[in-house]
């Protein structure tokens, strides 16, 4: 089965950068397209973005767009989400997860592996 740990997380002030990194176990991380998601207290958990199985292809929420950028590095079964101009209302959880296909999907039914999560807080 496939596994996803996500690290990178931290406490951040308004402006800066992080760089999220989510390692995949097995070898079907190549099969699978990759997303991000985040969940703040009392929200839905929302569409971040995600990556195809290549890499060429990427789709990102309109409220990151321009900041945050996905990646994929298939020989090291990593994915990455480097967020940069961070705001207070980045804050929340963000979720790795992974889902067999071709196409690119933001809904998080859509994804059958998911992370454990790591904390992202943007505050001075």
């Known amino acids: 089965q496939v596994q996803l740990v996500e690290s990178g997380g931290g406490l951040v002030q308004p402006g800066g950068s992080l760089r999220l990194s989510c390692a995949a176990s097995g070898r079907t991380f190549g099969s699978l397209t990759m997303g991000w998601f985040r969940q703040a207290p009392g929200n839905e958990r929302e569409f971040v973005a995600a990556v195809d199985r290549t890499g060429r292809t990427t789709k990102c929420a309109d409220s990151v767009k321009g900041r945050f950028t996905i990646s994929r590095d298939n020989a090291k079964s990593t994915v990455y989400l480097q967020m940069d101009t961070l705001r207070p209302e980045d804050t929340a959880v963000y979720y790795c997860?992974?889902?067999?296909?071709?196409?690119?999907?933001?809904?998080?039914?859509?994804?059958?592996?998911w992370g454990q999560g790591t904390q992202v807080t943007v505050s001075s």
């Open positions: 997860s992974g889902r067999q296909g071709i196409l690119i999907r933001s809904d998080p039914d859509d994804f059958a592996y």
